[in-house]
Structure formats: structure tokens, C-alpha cells
């Protein structure tokens, strides 16, 4: 090759470089992320459960190549945070997980699941966060066998990240359905929350005991301001239900109190925060800021606000999915799960990560 051949061919080299780095391509941060919770962030383990909590067909997955059992048009908070980690790709579902995949994580989430046993159970099969952890426990087992030992693997896994998001079907599928669960008659709001934080710190206890070092526990959303609750509880379809979005206030108050216990008393373990409440707050308060023009109906559904019960099969959704804050009832549009998951890796306020974010808890 001439000198001046070779001098193109290093440009050339040296150009594609530069355009991987501008474009925000990343090495892999941490070796495994590993995902716990309900249907925000289920990617397939429901498909196969004789459950009503189940997005395997089309409209579900339009903008992802097709259905997969994401609540979602796309992408989803925790897809998006894998990205952002500089994971090349998607983190598997525990449904079919196999082999070596294990090693770079397992998204365990379960449409419908609660940190109670019996939440969502009127909607049929579910894997409740107790049952997550299970099933966590037996990949660990696998883990060991992967490395050699014991020793490899706890090393391993401490290096990995744990995203923990449930709570949302405690309230929507349970104490704020009184059909079908007595909860909202045996406890205050302030009760059930410190009834539910207990059971959530035994389960935190497991993933610690089973090498998880890297925590982040996402808050409870808006749940009041969902389609869904619109549509059967606001008088004019936009103003958000407080009492409902009080009592999810509570429960992340506790949630966060819960990040401080345990940084606090386990010296080798790092538990964050995430204010997905707030997040949703700046959304709501200026949709605008965020490319947002409909923020109180879901992009498909029936009924008032597209809110009474999710997507349809093979029903037409909107056009305009990116100006959609939520996709369905209850779930957001990938441009919704895109403002929080890039809020949760890289705070843009002091509020959304405390007392990190992601991005920070990765170099941890």
C-alpha cells in the first residue's frame, strides 16, 4: 500500500472511530445487569403463563421488529439503561435464558407481580417478587457452575448491576381494588406501605446474601395519572388522583429511607434510589420540554382516555406514538420509558438519583 493510500486508510479508520464515540457508543460498564419487576420492565416471562397480564401480539412491540412481551411500542426503561451500560444487546428473559447467556444478566420481571404474593392474582399467572427471587437463586447456582466456584462467582456478580422496580400492582392490583383484595380496608395508606417495604427488604436481603452488591431500587410512578385512573376516577379525564399518587408518595418516602438503612449497614453493598415519581412530575408539568403533546391518554385502548383496559389485538394504534407519553392504560411509549431510563443512568436533577446514579453506581 503507498504512503499515500495508507494515510487515506488511517483517516478513513480514524473517522469511524470518532463516529462510534460521538455517537455515544460505550464499553460495557458492568458484566451483568440483572432486572426484578412487573410489567414495565417484563421482556417475555409472561408469555407462556395462563395469564389476562400478557403483551406477546401486535399492536404490543410495533417500533421493536414485532411483539416480545414487552408492555410497550418499543423499548423500556431498562432496555434503555442496558444501552446506556454499553450492553450490545437486549438482557434476556429468565423464560429462555440458557447457557453462557446467563453471564451478562437475566430480566426475572413478571407482568402483574407485587411484593405481596397475592397481588394481581385476578388476573391469573404470575411470578411475584418472592418467586423472582427464586428464580434469581437458581441462576446463581448456574453461575457457580459456569465459573468453577463459589468464590469466582461471588466476585462476579458483585460487580453487576441489580435493578429492582415493584410496588405499582400493590396499589393498582390490590389495595386500591377493593372487589377483590381487603387491604384497602385493613390498613392505612401509611400501614400498607410499611407492610409492603418489610417484605421488600427480606427479598433484599436474599439477592445480598445470593452476591448482589450494586442496587437500584426504582420509586413507584404516578400511578394516579396513568390512563387507567383518568378514565375512571378524574372528573374532567386530566386532573391526576391524588389520592392515589399520596399514597405512592408514601411508599417511595419509605423506599428511599430503605436505600440509607441498608448503605448504612452493609459497608460492601451500594443501594440506590431512583424518583421515577418526580421524573414523571417534570413530564406532566411541561410535556413540551420533552417532545411530549398527549400526556393523560394511552396511544391505544378503549374506552375514555384509551384507559380502561390495554391494547386490543391487532388493534391500530396512533400515529404519533413519540408524542405519546403513554402507550396504553398503564404503560408508557418508548419515549416515555426513554426520559427515565436516560434520568436514571445520568441525573439531570440532584432529585432523580440519590445518592447516585447509575452511571456513577456502575464505576462504584
Not at 200 to 226: D, P, T
Amino acid at each position: 500500500m503507498k504512503k499515500n493510500q495508507r494515510a487515506v486508510a488511517w483517516a478513513a479508520v480514524a473517522a469511524v472511530v470518532a463516529a462510534v464515540v460521538w455517537s455515544g457508543a460505550a464499553a460495557q460498564q458492568v458484566p451483568c445487569y440483572f432486572i426484578f419487576g412487573d410489567s414495565l420492565v417484563d421482556n417475555g416471562n409472561n408469555n407462556q403463563l395462563q395469564s389476562l397480564a400478557r403483551a406477546d401480539y401486535l399492536p404490543y412491540g410495533i417500533d421493536f421488529g414485532g411483539p416480545t412481551g414487552r408492555f410497550s411500542n418499543g423499548k423500556t426503561t431498562v432496555d434503555v439503561i442496558a444501552e446506556l451500560l454499553g450492553f450490545d444487546d437486549y438482557i434476556p428473559p429468565y423464560a429462555t435464558a440458557r447457557g453462557r447467556d446467563i453471564l451478562r444478566g437475566v430480566n426475572y420481571a413478571s407482568a402483574a407481580a407485587g411484593i405481596r404474593e397475592e397481588t394481581g392474582r385476578q388476573l391469573g399467572g404470575r411470578i411475584s417478587f418472592s418467586g423472582q427471587v427464586e428464580n434469581y437463586q437458581n441462576t446463581v447456582s448456574q453461575v457457580v457452575d459456569l465459573l468453577g466456584d463459589e468464590d469466582s462467582a461471588a466476585a462476579y456478580l458483585s460487580k453487576c448491576i441489580y435493578s429492582i422496580g415493584l410496588g405499582s400492582n400493590d396499589y393498582l392490583n390490590n389495595y386500591f381494588m377493593p372487589q377483590f383484595y381487603s387491604t384497602g380496608n385493613q390498613y392505612t395508606p401509611q400501614q400498607y406501605s410499611e407492610n409492603l417495604i418489610q417484605q421488600y427488604a427480606e427479598q433484599l436481603k436474599l439477592l445480598y446474601n445470593y452476591g448482589a452488591r450494586k442496587f437500584v431500587l426504582f420509586g413507584i410512578g404516578q400511578i394516579g395519572c396513568s390512563p387507567n385512573e383518568l378514565a375512571q376516577n378524574s372528573p374532567d379525564g386530566k386532573t391526576c388522583v391524588q389520592r392515589i399518587n399520596s399514597a405512592n408518595q408514601i411508599f417511595n418516602a419509605g423506599l428511599k429511607s430503605l436505600v440509607d438503612q441498608f448503605n448504612n449497614n452493609q459497608a460492601d453493598a451500594k443501594f440506590i434510589y431512583i424518583d421515577s415519581f418526580g421524573i414523571f412530575q417534570d413530564v406532566i408539568d411541561n410535556p413540551a420540554a420533552f417532545g411530549f403533546r398527549v400526556v393523560n391518554t394511552g396511544c391505544c385502548g378503549v374506552g375514555r382516555n384509551n384507559g380502561q383496559i390495554t391494547c386490543l389485538p391487532f388493534q391500530t394504534p396512533c400515529s404519533n406514538r413519540d408524542e405519546y407519553l403513554f402507550w396504553d392504560a398503564f404503560h408508557p411509549t418508548e419515549a416515555g420509558n426513554a426520559v427515565v431510563g436516560r434520568r436514571a443512568y445520568s441525573a439531570q436533577r440532584p432529585t432523580d438519583a440519590y445518592p447516585v446514579d447509575i452511571r456513577r453506581l456502575a464505576q462504584l
